[in-house]
């Protein structure tokens, strides 16, 4: 049995974790904040002490951190990974890193014939705790096919987008489709809510018709309407991948014109509330800039 290394374990990777013990893998796991480890003091998984100790045991090592400079730092300081990891072993950057970013980190590795795949997710804490993640995958055929049943150990839906950095190409597009999402319900609730209409009403039919999405599905009715905020995924975090993708088509030199709106609200909306907000708490933003609060039912006659 390959012996399997993990790095980071967060919000999400704690769950990840749990789901790798579930499935019986030889795991070594490591975080910088060692309270993060506690749960698994008493658990199948081993406890490093350092990313030297992880890199020096594992066949392969998973990543889940926050941003690329860290997988950078992680891979490249140094007790980073490269020095401490055998030849053809494998890194798997399960992180919301630059797509960009990531292809540069795959050829500094392959100098050192250490192989890497980005594998970002989509699903949240609900989906790790399930083993019901998406699974995006950028990298070499040969090295998806020797991952796959590990990933399948996360995940429900894997799937290999194409080559090193299309993993986290796609994870950044899609976030920046569900930021622009967000948003666009939020607008078209307050506005509901000052013609008269019951919020709840118009999400029920607009999952009937063709405005619905997986905000109108999930996200309104579960943590907006409920005035829960809970999604567990932070507005701060959604601002940096819905950047991502604007800065990938600056770099792609194509113009974005929606999406740099996009960026200014969310980064707007980011300032103008607490640190740790929610992504779901953007209607808020909207709440604020016009007065509105959903749920207080307006009055058609009066608009």
Request: charged share 20%; with cysteine.
């Amino acid at each position: 049995m390959k012996k399997v290394g993990f790095i980071g374990v967060g919000v999400m990777g704690h769950w990840m974790v749990n789901r790798l013990i579930e499935h019986g893998k030889d795991l070594i796991i490591y975080d910088s904040n060692r309270n993060a480890l506690q749960p698994f003091e008493k658990s199948n998984a081993n406890i490093a002490n350092s990313i030297t100790e992880v890199g020096e045991v594992s066949d392969i090592v998973i990543l889940m951190l926050p941003d690329s400079s860290i997988v950078n730092e992680v891979i490249t300081n140094d007790n980073g990974l490269i020095h401490s990891m055998e030849k053809n072993t494998i890194i798997i950057d399960m992180s919301s890193s630059y797509a960009f970013e990531t292809q540069k980190m795959k050829a500094f590795l392959n100098k050192s014939n250490i192989r890497m795949v980005d594998a970002p997710v989509s699903g949240g804490v609900n989906g790790a705790k399930n083993g019901t993640l998406t699974i995006m995958v950028g990298g070499d055929k040969d090295d998806y096919r020797e991952i796959e049943s590990l990933l399948n150990c996360m995940g429900s839906q894997i799937k290999l987008i194409g080559d090193n950095g299309a993993g986290h190409a796609l994870k950044a597009i899609n976030n920046y489709l569900s930021a622009t999402s967000m948003y666009a319900t939020a607008e078209a609730m307050i506005l509901a809510e000052k013609l008269g209409v019951d919020p709840e009403i118009a999400i029920e039919t607009i999952n009937q018709c063709t405005g619905q999405s997986f905000s109108t599905h999930v996200k309104y009715p579960n943590y907006v309407l409920s005035r829960k905020f809970e999604s567990n995924f932070s507005m701060h975090l959604l601002l940096k991948d819905i950047k991502m993708a604007k800065a990938m088509a600056s770099d792609s030199q194509m113009p974005m014109l929606l999406g740099s709106t996009v960026v200014e609200i969310y980064e707007a909306a980011y300032l103008m509330g607490r640190d740790e907000q929610d992504h779901t708490e953007i209607i808020k933003f909207l709440e604020q800039l016009t007065n509105e609060k959903l749920g207080t039912k307006g009055n058609f006659s009066n608009v």
